[in-house]
Structures are given as C-alpha cells and as structure tokens.
C-alpha cells in the first residue's frame, strides 16, 4: 500500500482507509457481525490500511468497543501503524431508532465523549479526535477550545472537523489548528471541491472523504428496493428508484473507465477520490474481508487524463444526499 501524509507534520498512513460505521450502525443490520468486523478490520491493517476511522455515535458506542477490540489485538508491529480517528459532538436523541444525531458542543460534553472514547478503544491518547458536526446553539470557539485543550492535555494527538464550511474553518484554525477535515466526496458527491479542499490545501490539513462509494451506489452492486427497511438507504432520497434510474449515466461513465483499467467500479470510485490530493485519504467502509483487499488495491490506479476527463463530465446526481 503506499502512504500518505495525512496532514502536514502528521503520520503517514495508507493512502485508503476504513470507515468502520457500518459495522455497527446505519446500514443494513444482516450484514452486521462483530467477529467477522474484527478480523475485517485486523485484515486491513495487514494490508496497509493504517488509518481506521470511527465515531462514538455509532452504534452508539459499539463500534469504538469493536475498533478497540480489534486494535488492541494486533501484532505490535502492527499496532504501531495504525492511526485510530473518532469523533465526538453527536449524540443520538431518539434511542429507540438509534438514528437521529444531533449535535452536541458544550465542552464539558467535549470532555467527557473523549474520555468515554479512550476507554472504548483501549488507548492511551487518541491519534485523531474530530468534531462530528457543529453544534449551532454553542459558539464555535468554545466547542473547538475544548478539543484544542484536548490536545494539550495529551488525550488526543490531533484534531480535525466533519462537514464544515471555509468560515468555521478559518475560525476554529485561528484558535488550535485544524489537522485535517472529513466531509463525504464522490463522484456523485463533489461539494469540498470548490472551497474546501482548496482550504485544505493551503493550510497543510487533509481531506478524509467518507462514503467515497456513494454509500454503494458507485460500485454497481445495488439492486433498486433491495434495502433492509432498517438500513437508512431505504429512506434516502438517492436510492429511490427514480433516483438510481437517473443516476444511471454516472454508474456507465464509472464501468467505461474500469473496462478501461481492468478494475472494479468501486475501485475507479477510490482512484477518483485520490486524484483529489495528495492529502485525501477516502475511508471506504465495508464489513467483508473480500471488500478490504479491492479497495486497497485501488491505492496503485492512476486515472489518465481522458479517465478524469469522463468522470468529471458525468451528469448531476439526482437527489438530495439526505
């Protein structure tokens, strides 16, 4: 696997990496099986997928006990590889379901998700420690003034944002510097493009692109109306069957480049999200071991130019991504 500096200063990790929500949350629950996570995750870390990624509302919790759980199980030289990235500042408001987050940055929450996250993942300091979202009803500065003493308090080595906009950023940088951000980017998902990434660009953070697969959508797989109702595609606005007739045009362009390559769809996806930056590292998640060896074999693609050229003429998606 080649590496990455994933922000400047930082480690260097493997240019894919694993998005581990769905082991425990949000999609469909049949395909959710701790010990197969486990070994999923073990698996990946042996191929060079070093940064593992998570979050304390997913499940909630129980994906940062499996993440522990897996990490805490590797081989030393391994270990000392891997960068574990969560995140804190959402907490879900209806336990029922289990799926509507909402935002919580009071710092004293800050605080007390991030020491609840050390003892989930067995660590002693927390590589990457990301605000899930910002919390509107809590001025910003508070919020990131408690994860930069976070850092100085050495519980947390480097921390980052999700789904932000230039203005937070240039707030939160001038208070503790923001190592890198994590937003979804895809061919179907281009919004960190114009202002974002560039943002990135010029302040040495990196870009952690989650559903880098348009939740699936990107690797031709999916058949209309085969979702679990519990999975949240079920319900989104992407994944009706009016949305994936129209969004068809990109999933061609997709299999022309991979004929092309001799690849995977799912794996031009990941090439693409590459292409983005020298500091984008997409987080694919998937709960199979056959899954983790494609994606991280998509870190050797180079697209050529005509490659971008299709990919990045492709229609608008249809629906919203929520």
């Not at 574990?84 to 998700?113: F, Q, Y």
């Not at 605000?131 to 976070?150: I, K, Q």
Request: negative net charge; hydrophobic residues 45%.
């Amino acid at each position: 696997m080649t590496k990455r500096e994933l922000f400047d200063g930082g480690p260097r990790v493997g240019a894919v990496g694993l998005g581990c929500m769905g082991m425990s949350w949000a999609y469909s629950p049949a395909e959710r099986d701790s010990a197969r996570s486990v070994a999923v995750i073990r698996s990946a870390v042996a191929r060079g997928v070093t940064l593992i990624d998570t979050a304390d509302v997913y499940g909630p919790f129980h994906n940062e006990e499996l993440v522990g759980e897996a990490v805490a199980g590797l081989p030393p030289a391994d270990r000392e590889q891997v960068v574990v990235a969560t995140k804190g500042g959402l907490v879900v408001t209806d336990r029922r379901s289990g799926r509507v987050p909402g935002p919580n940055g009071r710092p004293e929450h800050i605080r007390r998700a991030c020491e609840e996250s050390l003892r989930r993942l067995r660590v002693e300091a927390i590589d990457l420690y990301q605000l899930h979202r910002v919390d509107p009803a809590v001025p910003l500065a508070e919020t990131w003034g408690a994860m930069a003493e976070l850092v100085q308090r050495g519980d947390v080595r480097a921390v980052g944002m999700s789904e932000v906009d230039v203005d937070q950023l240039d707030e939160a940088a001038a208070i503790h510097p923001v190592a890198t951000v994590q937003s979804e980017l895809s061919i179907w998902t281009r919004d960190p493009l114009d202002r974002v990434l560039p943002w990135c660009a010029d302040h040495g953070a990196g870009f952690i692109p989650f559903s880098p697969l348009g939740r699936g959508f990107l690797t031709g797989t999916l058949v209309p109306d085969a979702f679990d109702r519990r999975d949240f595609r079920a319900h989104n606005p992407r994944f009706t069957d009016e949305a994936m007739t129209a969004n068809a045009k990109i999933l061609d362009a997709v299999r022309t480049v991979a004929a092309r390559h001799g690849a995977t769809p799912g794996q031009i996806a990941l090439a693409w999200a590459l292409a983005q930056g020298d500091r984008v590292v997409p987080i694919p998640g998937t709960t199979r071991p056959e899954r983790v060896a494609e994606n991280a074999a998509a870190a050797h693609l180079v697209l050529e130019p005509e490659d971008r050229a299709l990919l990045d003429a492709v229609p608008a998606t249809f629906g919203a991504r929520y």
